[in-house]
């Protein structure tokens, strides 16, 4: 029976960027360009995750890969971790 992959921990300083009221908003960022939106992941990171299948659901189109903004402000805000300064 194949081992069970343990996903790996976040990267501490992931923060997602907000966009302003009336900004375009997309729907869907290109993997290469993750780093734009998600700060502090990097595409190789997310390479890593497919292989290993685990981290945010992912489209293919035309052989590229992309992501729904959406999908990751749910996976990203699944287990936030409370501080005492919270």
Known sequence: MPKK???EPLPNDIQIVQFEPGEF??????AS?????VIGLSPKTLAN???QGIG???TIINGQIYYRL???GEYFSR???KTTSD
């Open 5 to 7: 992959l343990k996903p």
């Open 25 to 30: 908003r997309p729907l869907f960022v290109k």
């Open 33 to 37: 360009d993750i780093g734009e939106v």
């Open 49 to 51: 995750w497919r292989s």
């Open 56 to 58: 945010p659901a992912y």
């Open 70 to 72: 959406s999908t990751l």
């Open 79 to 81: 287990c936030p971790v």
